[in-house]
């Protein structure tokens, strides 16, 4: 896939500044954080992560970070707890080594599902999870497709909100599919499908859903014309996957002659890999922001994306101090 166009470099201090420009990774996705940092031209930043035997994590920085622009690149993805806390002891090191600047870069934002009070005597998880990265040291978090954009307003330090769309839009425009229908799997992510639909000159559909309990929904009805088109459910997270098969059914039994999937974060927890198996999705694409194993891909049909080049261009523009916003698509 071609990479988004960088922002134009500050050619007299452009020299000096990359000295002091580094990029770490944790043990969430090493694969993409090598791969960003060949995209920017640097070598991966030397460090130590290991796990004491009663599993607390150990982080050593081995090499001089003083005065420098430090960038943390970790998906808070499964094991959450382990590579969050990893991912706030790595930015204590680096804070306690003197850097200037730490920019956590977080692809998948663990507990943005845990946005505000939606029973009684529960917990505003995202919210905590903000004040423990500032408390931690970080300056700045380089965030994408939260799950509730409104998140960014839980951090007291500056947030960069990318979306994965250019990655998606391009490899949807490429595949030149006829007669195509966007379609939003609930209310909450119409803005989404309708600007993804905007950009591929296609039609909208919502599905009317209704939750029953965690992790359970249930389809109540479709919203647009599928008949005789191809239907691509866009969503943000594929969690348990079942949303994403109940919506694939309704549109199969709507009409649709063929049904695609795409998604920013493929969690893939529990049942999702075998109900996708099963399903009547005849591809489902996502992005490289949480690893998948081949084997995994292979068996429910899942091509994944890389968000390298997206990535890369939004750490060069806050490291030069140029627009991100050349990003937001």
Known sequence: MENLPE????????????????????????ALTAEICEQL???????????????????????????????VVQPTCDPVDNHLMELLLMIDALKRASARRITAVIPYFGYARQDRKDKPRVPISSKLVADLLTTAGAHRALLMDLHAPQIQGFFNIPVDHLFAS???????????LPDL??????????ERARFF????????AIVDKRRVAMDVSEVMNVIGDVDGRTAVILDDIVDTAGTLVKTAEAMVKAGARRVLACASHAVLSGPAVERIA????ERVVVTNSIPLAPALQERARIQVLSIAGLMAAAIRSIHEETSVSLLFV
């Open 41 to 71: 031209g640097l070598q991966m930043g030397q460090i130590h992560l290991e796990r004491f035997s009663d599993g607390e994590n150990y982080v050593q920085i081995l090499e001089n970070v003083r005065g420098a622009d430090v960038f």
């Open 7 to 30: 922002p134009a470099a500050r050619a007299p201090r452009k020299a000096r500044l990359d000295e002091k420009l580094k990029l770490f990774g944790g043990t969430a996705n090493p």
């Open 197 to 204: 639909a905007k950009k591929l000159d296609a039609a909208l």
């Open 278 to 281: 099963q399903s009547p999705l």
């Open 181 to 190: 229908t966007i379609v939003s799997p609930d209310a909450g992510g119409v």
């Open 166 to 176: 250019p990655v998606l839009v391009d490899r949807f425009r490429r595949m030149d």
